[in-house]
């Protein structure tokens, strides 16, 4: 992909996500054409987007969704600073616009893992993290529609990502077996999903090893503070503006959400 229509198609997708528009896929002359170019598309775009990055959600590490997207491998993009909203949270919302939930296990750095040349073993991610956050991802693309039929879109529109919903941060988090760790998902008080970590690549920590060898393969480092959204125990579940939607992590807290 040149710079040029990498840049093109960034401009488009911020241009939507700083008014809050829904789109139309992108123009053939600047659509990406293979995942490696949808992530040309999100470096083009972190380079313009004037907002801090506050971390990186995978989706798509479930066999499911992975089958949804017509992908062999879970997509990363980025999430910014002023998307994190605390537990329980109330944002704005503007306009009709598709909205999906996600209950997910975030974990976030407590040092850097700069870019070397050598991958990162499992002891030195855990090492680097510094707690575990039950956490809701809210799904909601720049598209009138989730590009299912286009993962290289998908990508290219940072993974979908419109705002991550964080809970309570637990520090002694190393003995909590997440892959075997019960979550379930109400929305105005009926169940509506549940699921364990095992959803996610067998182990939500087979996604930070995953994503953290991507970002190190691209030359890309991860900074303290960063926080890692290893995708979704129950599914993608739509939600309706008005609706609240509470995510049981048993022991280690709840997450509200309710978009006004």
Partial sequence: MTLQRAADAAA??????????????????????????????????????????????????SPVTME???????????FFARDVHASPA????????PLAIECEFAYRLGADL????TPYSRAEIVEAIDALIPAFEIVSPRFAKIPFDHAPSAAADCMLNYAMILGTPISDWRDIDAAKHSVQLR????????????????????VLDWVIEKLRASGAGLKKGEILSTGTCTGIVPLQKGQTAVADFGPLGKVEVRFS
């Fill in 68 to 78: 949804r997207f017509g992908v062999s491998e879970p997509i990363y993009g980025p």
């Fill in 90 to 97: 109330s944002p704005s919302i503007s306009g009709a616009r």
């Fill in 114 to 117: 700069p870019a070397r040349p």
């Fill in 12 to 61: 488009i997708l911020a241009a939507a996500r700083r008014d809050g528009r829904l789109i139309e896929p992108l123009p053939d002359a600047c659509r990406p054409r293979s995942i490696a170019e949808g992530y040309e598309v999100q470096s083009a775009l972190l380079e313009i987007w004037p907002d801090s990055l506050a971390g990186w959600k995978i989706g798509a590490t």
């Fill in 187 to 206: 929305i105005d008080g009926l169940d509506t999903g549940e699921g364990t970590g095992s959803e996610c690549l067998g182990d939500p920590r087979n």
